[in-house]
């Protein structure tokens, strides 16, 4: 099992940057594909990115492709998602997500076996 925590959420000015960070408990952090997903208020929930095991491949939702970077630290047990030009439609909560079956180019199905709290990030405009 794994749980995570996520922290660096916000409030931010449109044009603004913020890096989100998801700290893993539990052993063998890197045999989890990783993901960010995000709900806005009123919306389901939506896949943002993800990122492999050993961190060589990363995927994106088109709408944060250019602006978001997902990276993990795997002695850190720690994923971070590092988001530039933010636009008052990010405003959301973001999840960090794990699952130890999938392979990363399947993280946006959903579906992940375990999920953090979430933390909110609020684009101001």
């Known amino acids: 099992q794994v749980q995570l925590v996520e922290s660096g959420g916000g409030l931010v000015q449109a044009g603004g940057s913020l890096r989100l960070s998801c700290a893993a408990s539990?052993?063998?952090?890197?045999?989890?594909?990783m993901g960010w997903f995000r709900q806005a208020p009123g919306k389901g929930r939506e896949f943002v990115a993800a990122?492999?095991?050993?961190?060589?491949?990363?995927y994106y939702a088109d709408s944060v492709k250019g602006r978001f970077t997902i990276s993990r630290d795997n002695a850190k047990n720690t994923v971070y998602l590092q988001m530039h030009s933010l636009k008052p439609e990010d405003t959301a909560v973001y999840y960090c997500?794990?699952?130890?079956?999938?392979?990363?180019?399947?993280?946006?199905?959903?579906?992940?076996?375990?999920w953090g709290k979430g933390t909110l990030v609020t684009v101001s405009s």
């Open positions: 997500a794990a699952d130890p079956n999938k392979t990363a180019g399947l993280v946006h199905t959903g579906g992940m076996d375990y």
């Open positions: 990122i492999s095991r050993g961190g060589y491949a990363t």
């Open positions: 539990g052993r063998d952090f890197n045999n989890y594909a």
